[in-house]
């Protein structure tokens, strides 16, 4: 069991016992874990960024550093342990005590080649734990990672909404302590990122500026000439821009009811094809039944037949085996016949 100073639980394998030491930095190298396994030491606290260099790891190639992002598997994740791999030895590490400073497990996952799936979790549970800015520091370290094996926007999307949430928590503690500008920039950096995965047209600020407290403490408006009404009427508002958006959100559904009632209609037809097809496989087994009843009541005709045939055959074999004899029992008869009369001749 793992315990808050020892988030690194298990490992197993044969890994030396200096392996990380060509990758920790020797001021930090100062909280002791233990491996149970291999008997060796891992002493950390927090990982120098400085030192990390994929030509620095021992006895393990460079297989797994340039491993492709879109082939990364899902973290092995079993209740809130995350399991990563380093030089063919699984390092079990316990979510459940992290540390405050994230920099140490942005480091391990940066020396173990994590997929994608590792960082968003550890983030997730930064999150969760209430240090957001954990979290930021985790995804924008996961998506410079990232970057280096190719990875695209549209694979960074799941970050990017992790970052923008994130930042919303930011900006709703900015707001709870008073701190209208950290406020905004949080809440800039949210619209950043959720931009980049909705685009530039569809991103609503979801902490607006004035709220209804701060509408009932604001003077009364002064009276306006007709001039500046005029100029106020003419200049675009929001209003304009949400009206063009819910006529895009209008086409969209549109299109896409279209759409659905031609699915639905192919799959109408699809089911009364069906339907026919079963109806014609029915007859066809119901014809087939019939075609071997028939069948089978010929084969047994066809057996009675051979059996009377046989039984003539043997019937007439025996006709003919008496007639023979008979014929034989003739001849003799008149052969004895002949010799009598010759016999009484003579005599």
């Given amino acids: 069991m793992a315990s808050p100073s020892n988030p690194i639980i298990q490992s197993s394998g044969a890994l030396e016992p200096?392996?990380?030491?060509?990758?920790?930095?020797?001021?930090?190298?100062?909280?002791?874990?233990?491996y149970t396994n291999t008997q060796c030491e891992l002493k950390h606290n927090v990982l120098s960024p400085l030192l990390f260099?994929?030509?620095?790891?021992?006895?393990?190639?460079?297989?797994?550093?340039?491993?492709?992002?879109?082939?990364?598997?899902a973290p092995l994740l079993h209740s809130d342990q995350l399991s990563l791999h380093f030089c063919g030895e699984d390092i079990v590490y316990d979510l459940r005590s992290l540390e405050r400073d994230p920099r140490f497990l942005i480091?391990?996952?940066?020396?173990?080649s994590s997929g994608h799936g590792s960082w968003i979790i550890v983030a997730i549970y930064y999150r969760r734990a209430g240090n957001s800015e954990a979290a930021v520091s985790i995804m924008e370290s996961m998506i410079e990672a990232m970057r280096v094996y190719g990875a695209t926007d549209g694979q960074l999307k799941p970050a990017y909404l992790l970052l923008s949430g994130c930042e919303n928590d930011l900006a709703k503690r900015a707001r709870s302590y008073?701190?209208?500008?950290?406020?905004?920039?949080?809440?800039?950096?949210?619209?950043?990122?959720?931009?980049?995965?909705?685009?530039?047209?569809?991103?609503?600020?979801?902490f607006p500026v004035t709220r209804r407290s701060e509408i009932g403490q604001c003077p009364p408006p002064k009276s306006l000439s007709r001039s500046k009404i005029s100029t106020f009427q003419n200049n675009p508002?929001?209003?304009?821009?949400?009206?063009?958006?819910?006529?895009?959100?209008?086409?969209?559904?549109?299109?896409?009811?279209?759409?659905?009632?031609?699915?639905?209609?192919?799959?109408?037809d699809i089911r009364f094809e069906k339907r026919k097809l079963e109806e014609d496989l029915l007859t066809e087994r119901q014809f087939r039944r019939k075609i071997q009843r028939h069948l089978d009541e010929a084969?047994?005709?066809?057996?009675?037949?051979?059996?009377?045939?046989?039984?003539?055959?043997?019937?007439?074999?025996?006709?003919?085996?008496?007639?023979?004899?008979?014929?034989?029992?003739?001849r003799t008869e008149k052969s004895l016949r002949l010799d009598l009369t010759k016999t009484l001749k003579r005599t």
């Avoid at 994929?54 to 190639?61: E, I, Q, S």
């Avoid at 480091?107 to 173990?112: G, P, V, Y």
């Avoid at 819910?246 to 109408?268: A, I, N, P, W």
């Fill in 18 to 34: 200096n392996a990380f030491q060509t990758l920790i930095s020797p001021e930090i190298w100062t909280t002791r874990h233990l």
């Fill in 53 to 73: 260099s994929h030509n620095t790891l021992p006895n393990c190639g460079q297989s797994f550093v340039q491993s492709d992002f879109k082939t990364q598997i």
């Fill in 107 to 112: 480091e391990l996952l940066k020396m173990t």
């Fill in 178 to 206: 008073g701190e209208r500008n950290h406020e905004a920039e949080h809440q800039k950096h949210s619209n950043m990122w959720l931009r980049k995965v909705y685009g530039d047209h569809n991103v609503i600020n979801a």
């Fill in 237 to 268: 508002t929001p209003t304009a821009f949400n009206k063009s958006l819910l006529e895009t959100l209008g086409l969209e559904v549109r299109s896409l009811r279209s759409q659905s009632k031609r699915q639905s209609d192919l799959l109408l």
């Fill in 299 to 330: 084969d047994k005709e066809l057996h009675i037949a051979r059996r009377t045939e046989t039984y003539a055959l043997e019937q007439v074999k025996n006709e003919i085996d008496a007639r023979r004899r008979a014929e034989e029992s003739a």
